[in-house]
C-alpha cells in the first residue's frame, strides 16, 4: 500500500519544485511513496485522463494513504476521492484552488477538473491542510481560501511563497513535511 501519493499541477512533473526532495525524505523514513507523470498538455490534461493513471494504482491506496497535492491536483485529488469513493488518512494541498484562475492557457486545461462538489471529501478524509501563498502569481488567494473552507483544511498562510515552486525558492518544503 502506499503510504503517500504526491501529484503536481498543470502542465507539471513529479521531478519539478520540491517533489524530487519530498520523495527523497519520506522514502529515506520508510515511507512507500507514488508520484506519478500525470498527462499535460493541452488536448491530454483532463480528469479522464487523470483518472486512467490513478486508476491503475487505486488498489494500493486506503484509509491510511496522505495525498499531497499542488495548484490543480487538490482538485483532482478531491474529485478521484469523492467520485470513487475512496478514504484517505490526510490531504496536504499546496495553493489549491477549485475555478477559474483568469489566466487562459491554464483555464483551458484546468476546467475539465472542476466537476464535484468538492465538500464531500470532508467524509472521506481524517485530516486536511492547505497552505496558501500570499503573494501566488497564479492563483488568487479567494480561491485557496475557498478551497480550504469547503473540504474543512487548516490553513497555513505564507508570506513571499509566490507559487510553492522552484522560481519562488521552494525545491524543498519543510514546512509541509512537518505536516505529514
Known amino acids: 500500500m502506499y503510504d503517500c501519493v504526491i501529484i503536481h499541477g498543470s502542465y507539471g512533473s513529479p521531478f519539478e519544485n520540491w517533489f524530487s526532495w519530498l520523495y527523497g525524505e519520506l522514502t529515506k523514513k520508510g515511507k512507500n511513496v507514488l508520484v506519478p507523470q500525470m498527462p499535460c498538455g493541452e488536448d491530454i490534461q483532463n480528469y479522464e485522463n487523470w483518472s ?33 469513493k475512496l478514504k484517505a488518512n490526510k490531504l496536504v494541498f499546496a495553493a489549491p484552488f477549485y475555478g477559474l484562475i483568469d489566466i487562459p492557457e491554464f483555464d483551458k486545461v484546468n476546467s475539465p477538473f472542476f466537476i464535484e462538489d468538492i465538500s464531500a471529501v470532508r467524509n472521506l478524509v481524517k485530516e486536511s491542510v492547505c497552505f496558501v501563498s500570499l503573494n501566488d502569481p497564479y492563483v488568487p488567494n479567494n480561491l485557496s481560501y475557498d478551497f480550504a473552507e469547503k473540504i474543512g483544511a487548516k490553513v497555513i498562510k505564507v508570506e513571499n511563497a509566490g507559487h510553492f515552486n522552484t522560481s519562488a525558492g521552494y525545491s524543498s518544503f519543510e514546512d509541509l513535511l512537518t505536516q505529514l
Do not use: C, Q, R
Request: net charge negative; hydrophobic share 40%.
Open 52 to 84: 486512467k493513471v490513478m486508476d491503475s494504482y487505486k488498489h494500493l491506496i486506503d484509509e491510511n494513504t496522505v495525498f499531497i497535492g499542488h495548484s490543480l491536483s487538490p482538485a483532482f485529488i478531491a474529485d478521484y476521492l469523492i467520485k470513487n
